[in-house]
């Protein structure tokens, strides 16, 4: 994927190398390094100079000139009419699904998927959707979070009636987080928009970590924007900005959104500020996320050897490790007293993320500490289940 377009909406000052978790932090001392989401990352100090520089005007009024900057620039790259910036990824989730679900109707997704199991039940509890899902598991030949297009076609009932729940959308994560970082194919999102267009269901895409399937799979992001009637995308995981999304959309269904996310209490003024790390994030941190995939490659392979089959390291081919692995609160216990933090997902579920902050030194010391607890787990008996960490319930 080309590296989008340097903005002139605010000064762009010179790149600077992102603070490091390998090493001394910024107020001196070890820091350990952060393996438990992309989301820890802290503003490089050429954004945070592009962040202090940012023009800045009343959003609420729609005067600040940056943010509508950022806002028209992603959905340039997205193939979309309009963008609405939002202070988070659940925001701009909610937000996209209102648009295409009314209250009373149905949303279809995957088992794992964000939009049902990281965003606080907030589609049914402020929008009054109801949803229902197919197995996030994996299949013949492919990993847990890969969209099924027929699977989907088989449970979509646009118009059930007085009876029954109709349909109204579809929702897919690409990359696909609790899947272990899946990556949905082009071809198989386009199979899905034709089947959905011919029966009337709209899609909105969760394309909170998109770009780190575009450069792992060098597509462009309009491509993906054409399969889908909203969109989302992360600012604040895999592009360091300390804050913020992007939902893109078309301008009737932005200028409605816009006014649902101030009923939502997301109005907000000299937004700038922020949106000026997001421009810089797109000018300076997309192409760099390879080194992420690199190093997550790295991660799963130094896991598997130590503990066979906890993951398959052929599968890893974004930024997040998902391991299988038994008892993972304690394991995680016991790598964080070395200075490695991941995130237990569940009693088997063990995360690992790699980002901005992880350097190679990083990875290097993270690898042999969990390689260190790993081996030890499989010392005293434990071992991985067999099939794919995608089959465990966070």
Request: some cysteine.
């Given at each position: 994927?080309?590296?989008?377009?340097?903005?002139?909406?605010?000064?762009?000052?010179?790149?600077?190398?992102?603070?490091?978790?390998?090493?001394?932090?910024?107020?001196?001392?070890?820091?350990?390094?952060?393996?438990?989401?992309?989301?820890?990352?802290?503003?490089?100090?050429?954004?945070?100079?592009?962040?202090?520089?940012?023009?800045?005007?009343?959003?609420?009024?729609?005067?600040?000139?940056?943010?509508?900057?950022?806002?028209?620039?992603?959905?340039?790259?997205?193939?979309h009419?309009?963008?609405?910036?939002?202070?988070?990824?659940?925001?701009?989730?909610?937000?996209?699904?209102?648009?295409?679900?009314?209250?009373?109707?149905?949303?279809?997704?995957?088992?794992?998927?964000?939009?049902?199991r990281?965003?606080?039940?907030?589609?049914?509890?402020?929008?009054?959707?109801?949803?229902?899902?197919?197995?996030?598991?994996?299949?013949?030949?492919?990993?847990?979070?890969?969209?099924?297009?027929?699977?989907?076609?088989a449970?979509?009932?646009?118009?059930?009636?007085?009876?029954?729940?109709?349909?109204?959308?579809?929702?897919?994560?690409?990359?696909?987080?609790?899947?272990?970082?899946?990556?949905?194919?082009?071809?198989?999102?386009?199979?899905?928009?034709?089947?959905?267009?011919?029966?009337?269901?709209?899609?909105?895409?969760?394309?909170?970590?998109?770009?780190?399937?575009?450069?792992?799979?060098?597509?462009?992001?309009?491509?993906?924007?054409?399969?889908?009637?909203?969109?989302?995308?992360?600012?604040?995981k895999?592009?360091?900005?300390?804050?913020?999304?992007?939902?893109?959309?078309?301008?009737?269904?932005?200028?409605?959104?816009?006014?649902?996310?101030?009923?939502?209490?997301?109005?907000?003024?000299?937004?700038?500020?922020?949106?000026?790390?997001?421009?810089?994030?797109?000018?300076?941190?997309?192409?760099?996320?390879?080194?992420?995939?690199?190093?997550?490659?790295?991660?799963?392979?130094?896991?598997a050897?130590?503990?066979?089959?906890?993951?398959?390291?052929?599968?890893?081919?974004?930024?997040i490790?998902?391991?299988?692995?038994?008892?993972?609160?304690?394991?995680?216990?016991?790598?964080?007293?070395?200075?490695?933090?991941?995130s237990?997902?569940?009693p088997?579920?063990?995360?690992?993320?790699?980002?901005?902050?992880?350097?190679?030194?990083?990875?290097?010391?993270?690898?042999?500490?969990?390689?260190?607890?790993?081996?030890?787990?499989?010392?005293?008996?434990?071992?991985?289940?067999?099939?794919?960490?995608?089959?465990?319930?966070?």
């Open positions: 994927m080309a590296a989008p377009a340097a903005s002139a909406a605010v000064a762009d000052p010179a790149a600077a190398p992102a603070p490091s978790t390998s090493g001394a932090g910024p107020d001196g001392g070890d820091q350990p390094v952060d393996l438990r989401s992309d989301t820890v990352t802290r503003p490089t100090a050429a954004m945070r100079r592009a962040m202090a520089e940012a023009l800045v005007g009343d959003d609420v009024y729609g005067e600040d000139p940056t943010t509508s900057a950022l806002e028209e620039r992603v959905a340039a790259l997205l193939g009419e309009a963008g609405l910036f939002t202070p988070t990824g659940s925001m701009a989730n909610v937000l996209g699904v209102r648009l295409l679900v009314e209250p009373g109707q149905e949303l279809l997704c995957d088992s794992l998927a964000h939009v049902v990281a965003e606080m039940g907030a589609h049914g509890a402020l929008g009054g959707i109801t949803t229902r899902t197919w197995p996030c598991v994996p299949g013949p030949g492919a990993p847990a979070g890969l969209v099924d297009a027929g699977v989907v076609e449970m979509m009932t646009p118009d059930a009636g007085p009876y029954l729940v109709s349909t109204a959308a579809v929702a897919v994560e690409n990359t696909h987080n609790f899947g272990g970082g899946t990556i949905t194919p082009l071809p198989v999102l386009e199979d899905l928009r034709e089947r959905t267009r011919a029966a009337g269901v709209a899609v909105h895409l969760d394309g909170a970590r998109l770009w780190n399937a575009a450069v792992a799979d060098g597509v462009e992001l309009a491509a993906y924007g054409a399969c889908a009637d909203t969109v989302s995308v992360c600012l604040s895999g592009l360091g900005a300390p804050v913020g999304s992007v939902l893109v959309g078309s301008a009737e269904r932005i200028a409605r959104a816009r006014v649902l996310r101030k009923r939502f209490g997301g109005g907000m003024r000299q937004t700038g500020v922020l949106a000026a790390a997001g421009l810089h994030a797109l000018d300076h941190h997309v192409d760099r996320l390879a080194e992420d995939h690199r190093r997550a490659a790295d991660l799963a392979a130094a896991c050897a130590a503990l066979p089959g906890c993951v398959d390291p052929a599968a890893v081919r974004s930024n490790v998902v391991l299988d692995v038994p008892g993972a609160a304690a394991l995680a216990a016991a790598a964080a007293e070395r200075g490695v933090r991941t237990a997902l569940g088997r579920m063990l995360r690992l993320v790699t980002h901005l902050d992880v350097d190679e030194a990083g990875a290097r010391r993270a690898a042999e500490v969990l390689a260190e607890v790993l081996h030890g787990a499989a010392e005293t008996g434990g071992g991985a289940a067999s099939g794919s960490p995608g089959r465990r319930q966070p």
